[in-house]
């Protein structure tokens, strides 16, 4: 309980910041997207990665006050950014536990408004445990986000149980393939045809997929050749502080 209350302060004091992944078209090679990943600039610990905190988030409070927080910055160095996005968009994490909430899109809404922020330059990605959320609250939330704009994608598909109830319920527009499978894809033909289902899945549903988790140029090939749209993952970049994804931004040719 101590580490929680931590957090709470450090929510406050803005020590919980985003860090961003950038996502690649894999026809084109052009950036299209980032992943918004939480850190903990901890004073005494230094840099915290998620896997140290985030099962601290076990109050419902808690966890709507880092998703606040995680919105508000996203849309905040979206403003920042302005132009130079030129259309590269940000994709935010939030557990489906949350997505069941009746207010999360009013709260988007109030938050693209006040920072000016067109929908289209946000996405949600749906993480953690869609299996014991309520569908029909989690599909009444992904329909209102989508009417503003906003891009819904399954995170870690292809982990959970029930992930082709889950494609098939959810109106959706991305399932990002979970990185334990992108990792055996060169050399494992089981983990090869696990993603050539999802893309089979993707390409009945008319939804994109992403492979996460993509570090060597062998799985790129590969990920490519399976027919997944988009990839992410250190053979591009880790995550990197907003002033150097700005930096990414303005290098594009
Ligand atoms: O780099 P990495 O350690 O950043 O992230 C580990 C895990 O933490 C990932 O599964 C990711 O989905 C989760 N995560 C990262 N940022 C957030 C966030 O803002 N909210 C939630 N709910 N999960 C996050
Ligand atoms: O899916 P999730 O939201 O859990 O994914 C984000 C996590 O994956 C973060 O911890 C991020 O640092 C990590 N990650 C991103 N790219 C790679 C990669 O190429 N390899 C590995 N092993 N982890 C990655
Ligand atoms: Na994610
Ligand atoms: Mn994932």
Known sequence: I???NRLRDGLAAGEVVL??????DLTSGTLVAAEALVRWEHPEEGLLLPGAFLHVLATGHLRRALTEVVLEQACRDLATWGADTHGVSVA?????????????????????????VPGTALQVEITEQVVFADLSSLRRTIEGLRALDVRVSIDDFG???SSLHHARQLPVDALKIDRSFVRGCVEDPHDASVIASVVGLAEGLGVDVVAEGVETEAQLEAVRRLGC??????LWSPAVPPEQFHGLLTARP
Request: a negative charge; aromatic letters at 10%; glycine letters at 12%.
């Open 92 to 116: 935010v994490n939030v557990s489906a536990d949350e997505l069941t909430d009746p207010d999360l899109v009013d709260r988007v809404r109030t938050l693209l408004r006040r920072h000016g």
């Open 159 to 161: 982990t959970g149980y």
């Open 2 to 4: 101590g580490r929680e």
């Open 19 to 24: 860090h961003y992944q950038p996502q690649y």
């Open 229 to 234: 749209d988009l990839g992410q993952g250190f």
